[in-house]
């Protein structure tokens, strides 16, 4: 088992910043694809963004390219996302997941372990 903790949500004006944090404890040796998702009100969960444990490629949904950076610290066990530009519609509560292997995917019913979420709210 894998456990994930996020934090770094919070409130915040369009047009700031804010840096998220997923922290992974429990089972974490081996290879793992981490993810960001959110989920708005009334929307289904959709992905932000996504890293490969080994070899560091990314993926991002076209909505936050260029103003959002995954990254992550083998180290700590820990990934985050970098959230730079922030608009009204990044609100939502935001996930952190973790897969195991090594092909980035961007589809949510293929991530084994979440986190029970960090909430995002971006006032315009």
């Known amino acids: 088992q894998v456990q994930l903790v996020e934090s770094g949500g919070g409130l915040v004006q369009a047009g700031d910043s804010l840096r998220l944090s997923c922290a992974a404890s429990?089972?974490?040796?081996?290879?793992?694809?981490m993810g960001w998702f959110r989920q708005a009100p009334g929307k289904e969960r959709e992905f932000v963004a996504g890293?490969?444990?080994?070899?560091?490629?990314?993926s991002y949904v076209d909505s936050v390219k260029g103003r959002f950076t995954i990254s992550r610290d083998n180290a700590k066990n820990t990934v985050y996302l970098q959230m730079d530009s922030l608009k009204s519609e990044d609100t939502a509560v935001y996930y952190c997941?973790?897969?195991?292997?090594?092909?980035?995917?961007?589809?949510?019913?293929?991530?084994?372990?979440w986190g029970q979420g960090t909430q995002v709210t971006v006032s315009s």
């Open positions: 997941a973790a897969k195991r292997g090594i092909r980035l995917t961007t589809r949510e019913g293929e991530y084994d372990y």
């Open positions: 429990g089972r974490t040796s081996g290879s793992y694809v």
């Open positions: 890293i490969s444990w080994i070899a560091g490629s990314t």
